[in-house]
């Protein structure tokens, strides 16, 4: 079974397999041996066009594009003062996303993030009742501070523990996939077995940089029609696969951590 990579095994991977770059982890020619001390990830100093910084980017763009062309919906991050409860308070506060919902467009939430005053970006867990009762730790009893918890019931998100100093909450949500924060983060929302669609057209952004250079030129015109061929792919799974295997709205998705569930047809 197929595994995701990392961000840095991606690199390696599109430097390998479509830009004709040695990664320094992979045996060097001449000597037929790694680069001593080489990381996954490390930009070979004989060719270190491109950086990493620039695959980086390439893979950011060419999620963008795939997500362009197979018409997902695109993330959304939406952040929203919360007043801080009086303290004694018990339980969690509860909050109404229907009023963010417009267009319809919030189907699923990816992430969510605290901050206040001296608590910058806490990544909340997602739970729910079911798990708080079978450890014996209701939300109705856990007294006000700083959050570390959320759940979803129905249009409203509860907060937990309720804030007790005033902050803001910030998630990203929608249905499209989204690409690693870090070297050590993955691709979402996107099947592994789809994934290397994305090294591939991370590899023609690399090479659309410099398309002058004959040697680039005619990688990509080898790239493209595999590129376009996978796009299609994506696009007959999306179509009759993604309600089903799309995390829905009311449950937290893999990123989350604690919570998960898929509805599956």
């Given at each position: 079974?197929?595994?995701?990579?990392?961000?840095?095994?991606?690199?390696?991977?599109?430097?390998r397999?479509?830009?004709?770059?040695?990664?320094?982890?992979?045996?060097?020619?001449?000597?037929?041996?790694?680069?001593?001390?080489?990381?996954?990830?490390?930009?070979?100093?004989?060719?270190?066009?491109?950086?990493?910084?620039?695959?980086?980017?390439?893979?950011?763009?060419?999620?963008?594009?795939?997500?362009?062309?197979?018409?997902?919906?695109?993330?959304?991050v939406?952040?929203?003062?919360?007043?801080?409860?009086?303290?004694?308070?018990?339980?969690?506060?509860?909050?109404?996303?229907?009023?963010?919902?417009?267009?319809?467009?919030?189907?699923?939430?990816?992430?969510?993030?605290?901050?206040?005053?001296?608590?910058?970006?806490?990544?909340?867990?997602?739970?729910?009742?079911?798990?708080?009762?079978?450890?014996?730790?209701?939300?109705?009893?856990?007294?006000?501070?700083?959050?570390?918890?959320?759940?979803?019931?129905?249009?409203?998100?509860?907060?937990?523990?309720?804030?007790?100093?005033?902050?803001?909450?910030?998630?990203?949500?929608?249905?499209?996939?989204?690409?690693?924060?870090?070297?050590?983060?993955?691709?979402?929302?996107?099947?592994?077995?789809?994934?290397?669609?994305?090294?591939?057209?991370a590899?023609?952004?690399?090479?659309?940089?410099?398309?002058?250079?004959?040697?680039?030129?005619?990688?990509m015109?080898?790239?493209?029609?595999?590129?376009?061929?996978?796009?299609?792919?994506?696009?007959?799974?999306?179509?009759?696969?993604?309600l089903?295997?799309?995390?829905?709205?009311?449950?937290?998705?893999?990123?989350v951590?604690?919570?998960?569930?898929?509805?599956r047809?």
């Open positions: 079974m197929a595994q995701a990579l990392n961000r840095a095994a991606m690199r390696d991977r599109i430097r397999v479509y830009l004709g770059i040695t990664p320094p982890i992979d045996p060097q020619g001449g000597t037929g041996v790694p680069v001593p001390g080489a990381q996954v990830g490390d930009a070979p100093t004989q060719r270190p066009d491109p950086s990493n910084a620039v695959l980086n980017d390439c893979i950011e763009l060419a999620i963008t594009d795939l997500n362009r062309k197979c018409d997902f919906n695109e993330n959304r939406e952040s929203f003062a919360v007043a801080g409860v009086p303290a004694g308070t018990r339980g969690p506060v509860w909050i109404d996303l229907q009023n963010i919902a417009g267009n319809g467009v919030l189907r699923d939430i990816r992430r969510v993030v605290w901050s206040d005053a001296t608590h910058p970006s806490i990544l909340l867990q997602a739970t729910n009742w079911q798990t708080q009762d079978r450890l014996l730790s209701p939300v109705e009893r856990i007294p006000a501070g700083l959050p570390n918890a959320y759940q979803l019931q129905g249009w409203q998100l509860g907060l937990s523990p309720a804030p007790s100093a005033d902050g803001s909450l910030a998630f990203l949500f929608g249905t499209s996939p989204f690409g690693p924060a870090s070297d050590t983060d993955i691709i979402h929302q996107l099947p592994v077995d789809f994934h290397e669609i994305a090294f591939l057209g590899a023609i952004r690399s090479l659309s940089r410099i398309a002058e250079d004959q040697e680039a030129k005619a990688k015109e080898m790239l493209i029609p595999q590129w376009t061929v996978g796009l299609s792919e994506i696009m007959i799974w999306k179509n009759g696969g993604l089903s295997r799309q995390p829905s709205f009311g449950f937290a998705s893999y990123r951590g604690i919570g998960l569930r898929r509805n047809r």
